[in-house]
Every structure is written in C-alpha cells, then in structure tokens.
C-alpha cells in the first residue's frame, strides 16, 4: 500500500471536528491521540463504568472505539462536504481487553470512490505489557453532499 | 429449528444475575427485556450521550447491544458453572438508529458444545414506527468450569 | 420485511442469462433453481471433484454457491442495464456439507440504492435429512449504467 | 507478533498430505506454493471454466483459496493427530481479480488452544502489475485427536 493523501486540505480539522460532535465518544471518555491521511487512533482510559462481567472492558465498547477509528481513518480521505457511514464490521476478539487504557488504532486498506475498507487494531496496555486485544475488517461510506455538521437527528431526538 | 432447551435449570437468574454485573451495561441504561432458552432482548432508551454526530444512536452501542443479546441468548443454554465469551461477530447497518429507543433480539441459531452461532436485529421505535437498524451474525464460546462471578479482572483493575 | 418488487421486467431471463455466463458455476455443476424478486436459491450436486479431506463439499465451495445466491437475490432487484458486485460476506459453517446435494437460499435483507444486504443459508440434504451447514450475511453493490454482459475482461484474458 | 514455533515436527508433511487430499483444490488446480509455521501461500492459475461473468476469477472461488490457505496456515501451528475445522470467514473483495493467476497468502494472528485466527490477503498478477483483490478474517478450530486423515465422510459418501 502507498501512502495515502488526504483530498480535503482541512482533513484535519473537520476529523477533530466530528469527533467532538459525537457525545457518545465523550460520554465513555474516548480521545482522538493520532491522525493522519487514512490512519486514526482512538484511546480510552479504564473506568469502572466500562467494565464487563469479568472486570475487563467491555467487548462491544472495544469494538466500538475501534469502528470510531475506522470511520475517522477513512473520512480524513474524504473530500470536503462529506459525511462516514459504517456499512459493516467483523470483529475478532483475540483476549480480553484487561489493562488501564485501550488503543484503537485505524488504517485505510482501500480507498475508493464510494466504498473504503479500513482495518483496525485494538491493544491493551497494563504494567508495560502490550496485549492484542481485537482485530477487525470494516466498510465505511463515503456519504458526498451531505454535511457531517447537519445534525437533523439531534434536532428531532430534542423535540 | 426446533425448540431449544436450557441445561441449566436456573438459566433465568443466572443470566440475569450476570447482566446486572455488568457495569457497561448499566452505564448506558441496558435493560434485559425478554429471555427464554436460546432468545435474549434487550432495550435501551435514547439518552443524548448516547448518541453520534447526527443524533443517532452510535453505530457501536447499537452493536454492542445485539453483542450483549446475543451473549445472553448463547448463556442461557449453557450448563451451570460456565462463562460466555464472544469469539467474533459481524454486523451490517442497514439503516440509522433514529427513534427514542433501541431493541436487540438474538437467537440462537446453532448450539454447539463449545461454539454457539447466534443472530441479532436491532430495531429503533419512533412514533409509532419500527426500523430495521442492523443484522449481525455472532460466534459465543462457552467456558466450562469458570464462574461467570470470578471477577478477578476487577479486583486486579482495582489495585 | 415486505414483499420486494422487482425495477426490472425482466429480471427473470437478466438473472438467467447472467447465470449462464458465469463459467465456474458450470464448472461445479451448480444449478439456479428458484427465483423471484429478492429471493434465489442454487442446488449443486456433490462430485468427487467437489470435496474436500474428509469428503464433505468442500467449505469454500459452499460458501460460493451461498455468494452467489445472494447475488442474484440482490440482482433480480436491480433496475435494467446494471450488473452486480460483491463487496463482502461474513459465512459462519454450522455444520459440516455432508451429502448427495446441497442448496443455497438467499434473501434480500434491506434493498438499498447502492447497496443491497442479503442472508444466505445452505442446507445438505441426505436420506431424507436436511442439515443446515452454513449460514451468512452479504453485501452487494449495483453498478449503474455497466451492462452485465460486457465481458471484457475475459476478452482481454483471451488475449 | 513474535515468531511462531509449530508443536508438530511433521507439520510441513502433515499439511502437504491434507492438502493433496482435497479433490477440490485439485479439481481448480490450486498449488501449494508456500509454508512455514503459522503462514501459507496457495496459488491458482487461471482457467476459462475458473470466471465468473466478467471474465475475472470467480469472486467465491478467491475467498475458497484464501480459507484454504488459513486452514493450512494454522493447520500448521497444530499438534499431531488433529485436524482443522472452519469456524468462520468475513471476506472484503477490493478489486475485482483480474490477471493470470492470484495467490492467497495467509498468516495466524493469535493461535489458541482451540481457536486460531488468521488473515489472508489475496493478489492478481497481471503484466508486472500486482493487484490486492481480497482481505479476510479467519476463525478456524482444531480438533484434536481426529485423525485429519480419517475420510469417514468420503466412505459414506460412496455407499
């Protein structure tokens, strides 16, 4: 894979921008650490609000900090005006998410025109060990003309 | 398919005891609505820090969802003194969580005697209106002879 | 799900023909056997030639009939003048595809502009038993515009 | 990931083996190109009866040779008298797979007891040009104590 360039010159900003629009992310604490064309990493801090069963994080949050990743790594390739729309993802747990912090981190597979398949990484980190936590395959949308800002559904979800 | 039957006598309070050890679950407002052998639902109600850029459900809880329903529809077929844990699962959006609240319905589709294939549909309701929001198929492994208490991960997070 | 109308008059002998020109289905044997708009469904023979170590229809032949079926589920939807894609599939193997015959029987989930996602399973069946082996999720892309039948590709691998 | 260490001193006879006993890889003329401890490359050169309608390799037949090329990647990493199962497969197709031959080169991620997951990438060659057609997540099982040479299947097959 080459290295991939981003066609919105402020791809930058507008990732940043639509992340801290996503109350979600700021609800379970989760920080945008790394960005750049088709790369993003998502980190979060153990609470015990985030906790399975077992005490670990929970498996379907790892595997949302991780689709967050994906979506942010492929709209940093978007073109201005344009909003992500996950279509799919297949997430493989390898071991349980045990640590202070986890680390989502996202890359561009294959850009396209429309479709743009990214993988993504999550890793645990406890006492200096590192531990493979999840893989995944995901498919994001590239969503032309519509703006990430509109917001209608948070509008509607008011009234 | 035929009717599927419980192992374990208790199937009820032991998923149910499980579930509300689950501090992730809690944190978002998860309720378990409905469970018999093999099927599990669970609801959530639209909160604003739960949602993405748009006003959406975010598309990560709305699959960690069917991942907690399809995790208890597996559990409740599982003998006693076991544990649940997913493998892998892969889900497609098929339209925006928009509405005041979200179920996830799983079944399980084959019982195995360690891996148990499950599928969820998450459904958003608004006014009046059911929506299709996502179909995901789930790959749960069942440990036998681990508490679903252990808790271990917690008193270590703990210190 | 309601009942899905097909765009195309034709989808009938559209879905047929582009079948026909599909030279690995004629290579394994594979036969469409059933087809309405949304709905396709492809029976295969078992062959020597088809199996895999321990005699069973071999796992990745199983899963292409499944792709394939919801293929054309998805296309006996599309509007004329259009040709079909996969983009991804999940297939999750029940059971091992042990029999005299095996057939795939794909839905359209949720019929999109773009993008159509469909379910496939595939059932064996041998002495009056049928044994679901394999279940799946797809998703399927039209492309406007590109005509089926344009085979350039294989003119070019002619040359 | 560090390197991977095979428990079978046979192993690269014990996947030959199996691999010569599946029929359909036989039939498609699938070659086994590559094999090490935890990683192996299967290659297939193109065949009119190999295409799909555009004159490309079958979609379904790719993602066949991918699943067969992790099968073996952790059939490689197995103990002696065991035998490998597919749990699950999510395959993304890139590009269509265009040229003269792919190759499907797959590697295990995290090896389990019972559950390893691989990934496999799969390249078209095409006048110099190497093209990335497909990416998948594997989940496969081992079996142990079954002899992977054991063929009941094909027995009863036969009767």
Chains 1, 2, 3, 4 share one sequence.
């Not at 945008?32 to 980190?43: A, K, W």
């Not at 005006?81 to 799919?88: C, I, M, R, Y």
């Not at 949308?141 to 509008?155: H, I, T, V």
């Amino acid at each position: 894979m080459g290295v991939l360039t981003a066609k919105n010159p402020d791809y930058d900003s507008a990732v940043r921008d639509s992340f801290s629009r996503q109350p979600f992310m700021e609800t379970v604490g989760a920080d945008l650490t790394h960005l750049e064309p088709g790369i993003c990493e998502i980190s979060l801090a153990k609470e015990p609000g985030l906790t399975q069963q077992h005490g670990f994080f929970h498996g379907g949050l790892v595997a949302a900090i991780a689709d967050s990743a994906a979506g942010y790594a492929a709209f940093s390739l978007y073109p201005a005006n344009s909003t992500v729309l996950t279509v799919d993802y297949n997430v493989k747990f390898l071991q349980p998410a045990q640590g202070f912090q986890i680390t989502a981190r996202a890359e561009v597979i294959k850009p396209g025109k429309t479709l743009f398949v990214c993988k993504a990484d999550v890793y645990a980190e406890e006492a200096g060990d590192k531990t493979h936590c999840l893989t995944g395959l995901f498919t994001m949308m590239c969503l032309l003309g519509k703006q990430d800002k509109a917001n209608l559904g948070r509008e509607k979800a008011s009234t």
